[in-house]
């Protein structure tokens, strides 16, 4: 998205945005002239000019309302969170400790409950906002040894159409980006550990390469934005077409890579 001011004078939460694609959520809308505040528990990667890092854990309480408390002294309003903070746990359900079911479940869903509605209590009286979340293929498709990352992302599918449907007359807007394989440590931490390799996403995206970052922060901005002004309680899925395929070979005769030489 080419900077235009879009949220010139806005203020923006993003969570997880000490790395990765909260990273550059935020730098997006950085960029695009908001005011943006992180809570991440952990210390930024490469701290980013501009972006205001709280520390805060999403699964707590009282460390979410200590972080909206935060950013009402220092901002004074709410126009746009993002819940992006995320972890990963990999193991068959029955070998899954309680720690991590309830460790990603926590995180994931009642991360998003938490921050949304502290952004609620602060939008209804402004009679605007916008809300965007990040959930995955994971949790519209089935994936072994996710159960409770792909559990939680359906849960966040979910609760995006259930808030949507009790703020829509107060003008917030709640929607989500269901993201394919994208290029962050997250991934890259499970191709080292073995559990995703990297020939399944050449095999099962059909554009035959990860997403960027800054290609899920460009549709959470757009969702945020004033040019979405009609869309609530949506997932868009980003995934390079991994889940439109149904059959991925091609025979050479119909193959217009082939054919076009
Ligand atoms: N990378 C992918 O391929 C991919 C695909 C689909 C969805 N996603 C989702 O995108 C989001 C970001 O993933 P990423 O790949 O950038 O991961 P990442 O591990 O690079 O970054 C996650 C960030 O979330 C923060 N975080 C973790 N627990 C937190 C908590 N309790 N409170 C606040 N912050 C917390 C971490 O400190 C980190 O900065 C996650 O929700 C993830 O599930 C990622």
Known sequence: MAADGAFQGKVAVVTGAARGIGEAIAVAFRDEGAVVFSIDPGEPETPQAGIRYLAGDVSDAESVAAAFAAVDREAGRLDVLVNNAGIQRVALAQSMSHADWYGVLNTHLSGM???????????????????????????????????????????????TRTLALENATANI????????????KLIEQGIKDGSIRSEWQLERVPMKRLADPREIADPVLYLASDKASYITGQTLVVDGGWMVQGINHVPDWLDADKSEG
């Open 113 to 159: 409950f938490l921050c949304s509605a502290e952004a609620i209590r602060r939008m209804r009286p402004q009679r605007s906002g916008a809300i965007v979340s990040i959930a995955s293929v994971a949790g519209i498709l089935g994936i072994p040894g996710r159960g409770p990352y792909s559990a939680a992302k359906a849960g966040i599918i979910s609760l």
């Open 173 to 184: 807007r709640v929607n989500a980006v269901a993201p394919g394989f994208t290029r962050t």
